[in-house]
């Protein structure tokens, strides 16, 4: 196969380009760009703890553990408010990634075109790119504080415990996340899970980056899926998307809705691993 193509929003072509990805901090060992499929499970788990993401959610579930322990809840609110927390996370996930992610609206809106490049459009274009795998603190923080406390308040709020809670509640969320986090690098790593488990998920997660990006949203489950019709295997769709890529923000398109091709220096084709 030859180059790839980036296609400015005139409708020009240009080969060799490399799409540009939104810039994060990068401290230290996040000086340079890493890329799971050529990392080892060793050097995830180092790049991992280092990045800034998940150094930002331990330490605040540290601060809401210890607002629980300040104003606890009894045992039966707070196992409820645990087992809710966990419960309503995928479905949460599964809503944003479905109607919010891929639901092709956010890059026509100037204001949102440069978060959904950066949460979920630079994510596709190159999947294993650990840098843009992440998500973004100012979008994931709100989403976990809005998904989880409110749910932790009303429970507590039975027992006169609503700040217990509510704070158990969101560390529980943000625990979840950096649980999910972790198993998402997993899917993208250039390794062979050996828990059937981690496999089953890695393999129907890889169907969605580079087969068919329409259906198998969940990450860490697939209960969604399945329940609302999206859960497929390859066999069950042979021909393969495309726009599984470019989440359907094509050059024709973005004649119309350039911001994120500005942002991005045009729109790039083809798989990740051959442009250039």
Partial sequence: MGPHKVATPLGLTHEGFAVKIAETARPGFWNRSHHLDRMTLKELVVAYF???????????????????????????PSLLAVAVAMLAYPLAWYAL????????????VPALAATWKRIHYDHHQDPNH???????LHTTLPTIAFVTAPIGYAIGSYWNAGIGGAALAFATGLLTTCFYEFCHCIQHLAYKPKSKWLAEMKKRHMAHHFHDENGNYGI?????????????????RPEKSPTVFNLGYTP??????????????????GHPRRRG
């Avoid at 860490?220 to 069950?236: E, P, V």
């Fill in 220 to 236: 860490t489950t697939f209960f969604w899926d399945k329940l609302l019709g999206t859960f497929y295997d390859r066999a069950d």
């Fill in 97 to 108: 990634h479905r109607w919010v992610l891929h639901s092709r609206w956010m890059f026509k």
């Fill in 50 to 76: 280092q990045y800034p993401a998940i150094i930002a959610y331990l330490l605040l579930s540290a601060a809401a553990l210890g607002l629980f322990v300040w104003r606890p809840a009894p045992l039966m």
């Fill in 130 to 136: 650990l840098e843009v795998l992440f998500g973004a």
């Fill in 252 to 269: 024709e398109v973005a004649r119309q809705y350039p911001k994120v091709a500005q942002l991005s220096g045009g729109v790039v084709t």
